[in-house]
């Protein structure tokens, strides 16, 4: 089982803060640091100092960081158009010498774009559109040098593309799909994803979906075993339940709660959940960390949770 971090710096955060706990994660051995792709806050937080662009963060720890991964949970396919997208996530993989991962999905959160005039359509042409999105970007990168790429799409048409400029990696940059929707999204995890990921999710709504991906997989002759399963859950754990609820407290929820919807507890319980998930086959987890000033909780979970899986 690998650990990632996942923080969500739309709820308040600098770039340097993100770059704190990127070399913190770095320095104590997660596979790698991801952050979330957000203009707005949620709830009752200030948002201040305001947004951070998470490509434009990604490429500066790009530069910052020396061997932890890089990566988004989730893009939205409504903020970027894809031709720019696979350039820019193409270059900041070569300014990591090789350490990114696109995370990308339709979009969901309808008052972000309102507040910042992003077009935000319904929900079948979001998916209409990512999938041409997915085409685009997969399609740019794989494409030889010296040849064009060409797409006859509904929303982004591409003509005589020359495809540059190409990832170091081969044939591009892991790309992770995710969500709970019944159809499409096992349909487009099998054709596209290399990852499949479960934000939030219970034992057995993981296990029931991670279920759809395969049957999709099958359908079109894809061993599911080539993808990679993760799940991402809150992060607050202690070394007793005094910690357990100070850190609880620190983002405002409860810890009973967060023992049952995250990964919560004392590092002996932590390490029985993600036991558990284990089970039902993921082999990843993001563990989202809300409180960015507290890098002794990633601390804490390297020393005490790490070495047991």
Same mark, same amino acid.
């Given at each position: 089982m690998e650990l990632r971090i996942f923080t969500e710096p739309q709820q308040g955060a600098t770039y340097d803060d993100l770059l704190a706990v990127a070399r913190r994660a770095e320095e104590t051995g997660y596979d790698a640091f991801f952050r979330s792709d957000h203009y707005l806050r949620m709830g009752s937080v200030s948002g201040q100092p305001g947004p951070t662009d998470a490509w434009t963060t990604l490429a500066g720890l790009a530069r910052d960081t020396r061997t932890i991964r890089l990566g988004t949970l989730m893009s939205a396919a409504t903020f970027r158009l894809p031709g720019p997208l696979a350039i820019t996530v193409a270059q900041v993989d070569q300014m990591s010498g090789g350490r990114v991962e696109l995370g990308i999905g339709t979009g969901w959160?309808?008052?972000?774009?309102?507040?910042? =005039?992003?077009? #935000?359509? @319904?929900? =079948?042409?979001? #998916?209409?559109?990512?999938e041409e999105q997915l085409a685009v970007i997969t399609g740019l990168w794989r494409t030889p040098v010296g040849e064009n790429f060409d797409f006859a799409g509904r929303y982004y048409p591409v003509t005589g593309s020359p495809a540059l400029p190409k990832p170091v990696q081969q044939p591009g940059p892991p790309i992770l799909l995710g969500g709970m929707g019944p159809r499409r999204t096992p349909r487009l995890a099998a054709r596209y994803a290399d990852e499949f990921n479960l934000p939030f999710a219970s034992l057995a709504d993981s296990a029931a979906q991670f279920e759809r991906v395969r049957a999709a997989c099958a359908a079109i002759d894809r061993d599911p075993a080539e993808l990679m399963w @993760?799940?991402?859950?809150?992060? /607050? /754990? =202690?070394?007793?339940?005094a910690e357990v609820a100070r850190r609880a407290a620190a983002i405002g929820r409860e810890p009973a709660e967060l023992r049952e919807n995250g990964l919560a507890g004392t590092p002996a319980e932590v390490v029985d959940t993600i036991g558990r998930y284990a089970g039902i086959g993921s082999r990843r987890l993001y563990l989202q960390v809300l409180d960015l000033a507290d890098l002794d909780h990633l601390d804490l979970v390297a020393t005490e949770v790490m070495p047991q899986l």
């Open positions: 959160y309808a008052e972000e774009h309102e507040a910042y =005039g992003i077009p #935000f359509p @319904s929900l =079948g042409e979001r #998916f209409d559109r990512l @993760s799940n991402a859950l809150v992060l /607050c /754990c =202690g070394r007793d339940d």
